[in-house]
């Protein structure tokens, strides 16, 4: 008797978690659905190549859709005619500096989005879809560094970390008022190969890794001292299905219970090209210093400082380990060095 293969629809498919995702539920044996949004760019699907299949491909597992969560009717016609049983809720303006250049937008993306979602699933007859919502460490705000768990109290301090609150307390509200399979994970900071390089784990490692090559540059950043707990995201998308497998649907926070600080990936980052950092001054003027040269390579600068910032996230991943059998794989040092070593082979390549 043949098995039947589970369906997935995965918004955001074209971001980190999206495209990892993705690649996770093939080897699952899933077909899967994404949604990406029309854009122009040539590399929009870029991190979709090691799976991409082309619209000819024979067995075809994996198949893309243009869509906008924010379009209720984009989205109704997808779902009816992919049929998921399970949606993976990635789409999102997820850059916290952005958002409050952004409000209006971060807040349709991240809330109206989940809802409209939730909305469909509820009036969904032909079976029982799970959803997955992608929420935040940044709901907590700054709360002393205390580890964060499911029952910790909630305090946003960007467009980003509000919207997505809403977006979980929706998901809850669906979950208890309709009897949806709704869940959310709440990640802390989950870093890779494939984060946006905007984002400042990534802009650092592409930093050094030309640094490595060019010895020239400043690299301009904002509160040194701003402290998130780091995991590897690849890690982190085995407990997003688990999430979805577990016996009821339940919110689940995924960290490491560790958290560094951004002078702390800096440090690591330049170790791993042999680059001793050096700081010198304090706050918005302080510098990192390449020992060696002695030029100054990092700046701490007032532009990049956010208007209300988070000083400390530290997650408490113990309801996800005792119930979905989920630990982190990936130390601090090994994704920093994970994250150097691709940046270094992509500028090798370039250079050459």
Partial sequence: MKIKR??????????QDGSLMAEFLLKKNYIVHGIKRRTSTLNATERLDKIYQDKFTKNKKLYLHYGDVTDALNCNRIISETKPDEIYHFAAQSHVA????????TTMVDSVGALNILEIIKNYKKKKIKFYNAATSEMYGTLNGNFLDEKSTFKPQ????????????????????????????????HEGENRG??????????????????????????????????GYAPDYMEAIWKILQYKKPEDF??????????????????KNINVKLIFKGKGKKEV??????????????????????VENLRGNFSKAKNLLKWEPKTNFKKLVNIMVRNDLKNFKVIRN
């Fill in 6 to 15: 589970k369906v997935a629809l995965i918004t955001g498919i074209t971001g």
């Fill in 98 to 105: 952005i958002s409050f250049e952004m409000p209006v937008y």
């Fill in 158 to 189: 960007s467009p980003y970390a509000s919207s997505k609150l809403l977006s979980y307390w929706l998901t809850k509200n669906y979950r208890d008022a309709y009897n949806v399979f709704a869940c959310n994970g709440i990640l802390f900071n």
């Fill in 197 to 230: 390089e905007n984002f400042v784990t990534r802009k650092i490692t592409r930093f050094v890794a030309e640094y490595n090559y060019s010895k020239k540059g400043i690299l301009y950043l904002g509160n040194l001292y701003a402290k998130r707990d780091w």
């Fill in 253 to 270: 926070v995924i960290a490491t219970n560790k958290s560094y600080s951004v002078k702390d990936f800096l440090i690591e980052a330049f």
């Fill in 288 to 309: 990192g210093i390449d020992q060696k040269t002695q030029k100054i390579v990092v700046k701490s600068i007032n532009y990049y400082f956010r208007p209300n910032d």
